[in-house]
């Protein structure tokens, strides 16, 4: 059974970098760190508020394409068993469950109903510790590019177990935006009418800050580039956003309103 939405995965170039990136200017906090020998990589999972992100970070210059958001994590209590049900659905795998790479539980992946890369792991350590306060109050998001908004929510919801938390749309550009969630962590499905698949789907993080104006101006004099456009009144017009780039090219979106589930 799925027990959690974990992380969400981002592939990396240079370690120090994003650590500075992360770390140093949005005040996360490294949870773990393990190390990939078959593909020569560091694994470091950074915990902003109470939610997580993987740094897959490529040592070979070589191995740095296709950098940025790249899959969603699932946890889960039985991974076998969790395999041959979406097996048996339909659902595409590119591999049978094995040992992680880093000798940290089993784990294989997934093609969600909208081309997203999904994660299934089964381990004993969550990664996860009591939120760490900081800049970053909370990780809002991660948001999703859902062409097909009804496959989507059957996936996310039958099969994986995530619960609705709240639908917004946009009138003036026909945007629907249906919050789901399981336990702390939170996806976005966007849709509008007629829209075309992306890949990867995953389009953005978003991260709740106490305000944006300020800490788009604390980004500048740090060296960041906000890009054009932001910050902004957000299109539901609750709060302000703004948006970023790591290192990797993942864009990083900062929300100044309430919690979801206060909304």
Same mark, same amino acid.
């Given at each position: 059974m799925i027990t959690e939405l974990n992380h969400v995965g981002i592939v990396a170039g240079d370690a120090e970098e994003n650590i500075k990136f992360y770390v140093d200017i949005l005040g996360g906090k490294i949870v773990n760190e393990s190390y990939i020998p078959g593909n020569n990589t560091k694994c470091i999972y950074v915990q902003l508020g109470s939610g997580m992100i993987e740094l897959l970070c490529r040592q070979n210059e070589a191995d740095r394409v296709n950098l940025?958001?790249?899959?969603?994590?699932?946890?889960?209590d039985d991974l076998d068993g969790d395999y041959e049900k979406l097996l048996a659905d339909g659902?595409?795998?590119q591999f049978a469950p094995k040992v992680a790479g880093s000798g940290d539980g089993r784990l294989t992946f997934l093609t969600d109903s909208i081309g997203t890369r999904v994660e299934l792991?089964?381990?004993d350590?969550?990664?996860?510790?009591?939120?760490?306060?900081?800049?970053?109050?909370?990780?809002?998001?991660i %948001?999703? %590019?859902a062409h097909d908004l009804e496959a989507a929510e059957q996936f996310y919801s039958e099969k994986m177990?995530?619960?609705?938390?709240?639908?917004?749309?946009?009138?003036?550009?026909?945007?629907?935006?249906?919050?789901?969630?399981?336990?702390?962590d939170v996806i976005?499905?966007?849709?509008?009418?007629?829209?075309?698949p992306v890949s990867p789907p995953i389009g953005h993080i978003a991260l709740r800050v106490d305000n944006v104006d300020e800490l788009s101006e604390y980004f500048v004099s740090q060296g960041l580039e906000i890009l054009p456009g932001f910050p902004k009144t957000a299109g539901t017009g609750i709060g302000r956003i703004t948006m970023v780039k790591d290192p990797n090219g993942a864009k990083i979106e900062f929300v100044d309103r309430k919690d979801l589930r206060e909304l």
């Open positions: 940025g958001l790249n899959h969603v994590c699932f946890l889960t659902f595409e795998f792991i089964q381990r350590n969550t990664y996860r510790v009591a939120d760490i306060g900081g800049r970053v109050l909370g990780f809002d998001h %948001s999703l %590019s177990g995530m619960k609705e938390l709240i639908r917004m749309k946009v009138e003036a550009t026909e945007l629907t935006m249906v919050y789901l969630n399981l336990g702390y976005e499905l966007l849709n509008r009418p007629n829209q075309q």
